[in-house]
């Protein structure tokens, strides 16, 4: 079984700061997929950012990027210019690449970002 | 393109009574997973089915729940006999294929309050 640890329940930034978000996981599987959410108060889980463990290259979307060390299984996520609206819990999450149940996905209990004016 | 429609947004029952909790995928989605939240807890996988079939309802309670998705309309998650520890925030997410990586888009949830 997967499990996913987020060892930082909150964090704060400055407006147009930079802050990461840690995230470890367990896993004896060698193919798999790294996701992470961002859920506003509004409560929608929103897609931020997808990591194929197959690929070195660390995956950037805009102003959010991913540290990915697959030897050491952290995923980390830094947001750089952080804007009020980033705040939000954010939470980390695997699934696995092939067999089965390879649709489920283990998420992490969450960090809470908040960004200060 | 309208994304994954759940409601109600919230729903408020008395222990015992049942709840139903609707949710429609994204158009051309055909799998759809739900997902509960408990508070201060990350989502935890409940049922995946694809039209007409249940594929994996290994995180559903073996009692009072159920899950189906016709083939026509939207899928539905029933709690019967609701007890206070049913209380929680119940997300439905949708994709287009199976595995691989698919990215799964969640709608809004429901928040599911037992008096």
């Known amino acids: 079984a997967q499990t996913v640890t987020q060892s930082q329940p909150e964090m704060s930034v400055q407006e147009a700061e930079t802050v990461t978000l840690s995230c470890t996981y367990d896993t004896s599987e060698n193919n798999y997929y790294l996701f992470w959410y961002k859920q506003p108060p509004s409560r929608q889980m929103i897609l931020v950012i997808r990591?194929?463990?197959?690929?070195?290259q660390n995956a950037t979307e805009n102003r959010f990027s991913v540290n990915f060390q697959k030897a050491a299984k952290s995923f980390s996520l830094k947001i750089s210019d952080s804007q009020l609206g980033d705040t939000a819990m954010y939470f980390c999450?695997?699934?696995?690449?092939?067999?089965?149940?390879?649709?489920?996905?283990?998420f992490g209990k969450g960090t809470l970002l908040t960004v200060n004016p | 393109n309208a994304g994954v429609m759940q409601n109600p947004r919230h729903l408020v029952r008395r222990r015992g009574q049942e709840a139903r909790l609707r949710c429609s995928p994204m158009k051309g989605h055909s799998h759809v997973y739900w997902y509960r939240q408990l508070p201060e807890e990350g989502l935890k996988f409940m049922v995946y089915?694809?039209?007409?079939?249940?594929?994996?309802e290994s995180g559903m309670p073996k009692e009072r729940f159920s899950a189906e998705f016709p083939k026509e309309g939207p899928s539905i998650l029933r709690i019967q006999q609701v007890v206070r520890g049913d209380s929680a925030a119940y997300f439905c997410?949708?994709?287009?294929?199976?595995?691989?990586?698919?990215?799964?888009?969640f709608g809004d949830g429901t928040r599911l309050s037992i008096l």
């Open positions: 990591q194929e463990a197959y690929k070195q």
């Open positions: 999450a695997f699934m696995k690449h092939s067999g089965g149940s390879n649709y489920k996905l283990t």
């Open positions: 997410a949708s994709s287009p294929k199976q595995g691989a990586g698919q990215p799964q888009h």
């Open positions: 089915l694809q039209k007409e079939n249940i594929i994996d």
